[in-house]
């Protein structure tokens, strides 16, 4: 969606990842929890996140991934918001989908390790196994991608992520959509949804 309507995008998973990749004090610092499939402490995400956030020209759309995902993370966000002024959260949309699905969803995901690119085994699978079509790049499973590893994801997004919802239910700015379209109408679903708020043309 970020691609096809020129927006920027800001994903806390990537931010993370490049950061235990590159072997930086926070890399070092949040690379365990990340491959049990825990939270990172609020702080050291939202810092991060920040850092990237705070020269942002507020006119600017963009789309957060994968953050916030605590209640403690939405409500940092908000007071970084108010110092920086300007920018602001216009709706959080949760993708509602079964455990079970998530699971054979994320058990098949390959991510290039050159581009980013992310592929599906079976619903998405790239022209020569194991290539990216995009770049050639080599395609990976992510460490957390483990059937044991995404149920325990799924423990902690119920226990720590789901109280979120009330966060942005109470502000009117939460939406529902169903996760677990095909791509192409899932991706017409959110842009009637981005039309019917007004945040695109229709
Ligand atoms: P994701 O790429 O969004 O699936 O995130 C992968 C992992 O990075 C998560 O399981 C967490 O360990 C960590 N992570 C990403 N975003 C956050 C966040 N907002 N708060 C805490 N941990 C996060």
């Known amino acids: 969606m970020a691609e096809r309507l020129g927006v920027a995008t800001l994903s806390s998973g990537d931010l993370l990842r490049e950061a235990v990749r590159r072997k930086s004090p926070i890399g070092q610092e949040v690379e365990s929890f990340m491959k049990k499939g825990m939270l990172v402490p609020d702080r050291l995400v939202t810092d991060l996140m920040m850092e990237h956030l705070r020269g942002w020209d507020a006119g600017r759309s963009f789309v957060l991934d994968g953050f916030p995902r605590t209640a403690a993370q939405a409500r940092a966000l908000e007071q970084g918001f108010r110092e920086t002024g300007g920018i602001r959260i216009d709706l959080a949309i949760d993708f509602e989908m079964s455990p079970e699905k998530v699971v054979r969803r994320l058990a098949g995901r390959r991510v290039c390790g050159r581009c980013r690119a992310n592929y599906h085994v079976r619903t998405l699978p790239p022209k020569q196994p194991g290539v990216c079509d995009r770049c050639g790049g080599t395609l990976q499973a992510r460490v957390d991608d483990e059937p044991q590893t995404i149920r325990k994801r799924l423990a902690v997004y119920e226990e720590e992520s789901e109280p979120l ?3 942005y239910r109470r502000q009117g700015k939460l939406r529902i959509l169903p996760g677990d379209l095909e791509i192409e109408a899932q991706y017409e679903a ?7 708020e007004r945040l695109v043309c229709a």
Not at 190 to 196: E, S
Request: net charge positive; no cysteine.
């Open 165 to 167: 919802l009330g966060f």
């Open 190 to 196: 959110l842009m009637d949804l981005l039309k019917k």
